[in-house]
């Protein structure tokens, strides 16, 4: 079985500007590139799970974001960096109803799982928000860091402040 390194995008792997989905907004996060790294080299597959509600919300289509992840991916290549897989959801319950694969709702860990052979328990999600915690903690994932500059209580398993607490 594999591991994986869960990552959300928008808040952790890049700045987080709303509804980003221009290769030119694009600006990664201070120490990203290191913490995916330091992961890689231990074996863990690098997967990004991220909800896009501006797709469902007409702020920009579902190639505009695939011509962005395309991007994001060659952009890590270039850095050393593989990207395994980027999972996103495009809907917004307010417009599509409830769906399974929505944070906090465990669907992308649940269909990275089936598609790389993941022990979850040996994996790591990195998130930015609780609901990123609470879709990971119901796919099962055995260790959970909540990246946030407030002082806050989280089901996480840790808190940081900046991506370089983990190198």
């Not at 919300?57 to 593989?82: I, N, P, Q």
Request: contains cysteine.
């Amino acid at each position: 079985m594999n591991k994986a390194l869960f990552l959300d995008r928008d808040g952790v792997v890049n700045v987080e500007k709303n509804y980003l989905h221009k290769i030119e907004d694009f600006e990664l996060m201070e120490g990203i590139v290191d913490v995916c790294r330091t992961y890689a080299e231990q074996g863990y597959l690098i997967i990004i799970v991220t909800n896009q509600s501006g797709i469902s919300r007409g702020y920009y289509t579902e190639e505009d974001f695939a011509h962005l992840s395309r991007w994001m991916v060659e952009h890590f290549k270039a850095l050393g960096v593989t990207i395994t897989h980027i999972y996103h959801c495009p809907h917004h319950e307010s417009i599509d109803g409830a769906c399974e694969c929505r944070k906090p709702s465990p669907g992308m860990f649940l269909e990275a799982r089936k598609e790389y052979d993941l022990d979850m328990e040996h994996s790591v999600m990195i998130g930015d928000n609780e609901r990123d915690i609470e879709a990971s903690l119901k796919a099962g994932v055995g260790k959970n860091i909540l990246l946030t500059s407030e002082t806050l209580t989280s089901k996480a398993d840790q808190i940081i402040h900046s991506l370089r607490e983990l190198l």
